[in-house]
């Protein structure tokens, strides 16, 4: 007979997906850093790219909480976004609208990451994990930061940058 799942296995199994994420994350953000064209974006990729190392550590402290080992469980989610962003980087090489194509991808990867740390933050309030709630939260605050800077990053010069006149 299976064993009942409960919200404590549904925390792990989402604490082991958002790992994997922030993973693939890390390797991603490299090349996107080499692809974009203005020098904000470059740089705003490289500092998330630190920004995510010091995610990934705070979730390895996750995992301690629970006594579990930091390992990650293949989110698909994640490598579709992730696909998508290298196939604009293969697509808009060299266009205008590069840019702004690599900001939309960064963009579906935060609001991805921040409804994971959102749900996980909620999950450890209700299973008591004290400890855990500031650390996803950490997580939880720079993401959202991330986000707010790829839309100003965007709406100054990306998106402005890749429109074309109509005729």
């Known amino acids: 007979m299976a064993t009942e799942k409960t919200l404590s296995d549904l925390f792990l199994d989402t ?6 994420a922030e993973k693939q994350i890390l390797k991603a953000l490299p090349k996107m850093a080499r692809a974009v064209q203005s020098e904000e974006g470059k740089a705003g990729f490289l500092q998330h790219r630190e920004e995510t190392q010091g995610q990934i550590e705070r979730l390895e402290q996750v995992f301690d909480i629970l006594g579990k080992s930091a390992r990650g469980k293949t989110c698909e989610a994640i490598q579709g976004i992730i696909a998508e ?6 697509e808009y090489k060299g266009t205008a609208a590069l840019d702004a194509g690599l900001i939309s991808s960064a963009q579906a990867v935060e609001h991805y ?3 994971r740390y959102g749900t996980l ?7 008591g994990l ?3 709630i500031p650390l996803l ?4 605050q720079e993401e959202i930061a991330t986000d707010q800077k790829l839309t100003a990053l965007g709406e100054a010069s990306a998106n402005s940058k890749s429109m074309k006149k109509a005729s």
């Open 85 to 90: 962003g290298e196939e604009i980087m293969e």
């Open 113 to 115: 990451e921040i409804a």
């Open 15 to 20: 604490l082991k997906d958002i790992y994997f």
């Open 121 to 127: 933050k909620a999950w450890a309030k209700q299973l």
């Open 137 to 140: 939260d950490a997580n939880l």
């Open 130 to 132: 004290k400890e855990a």
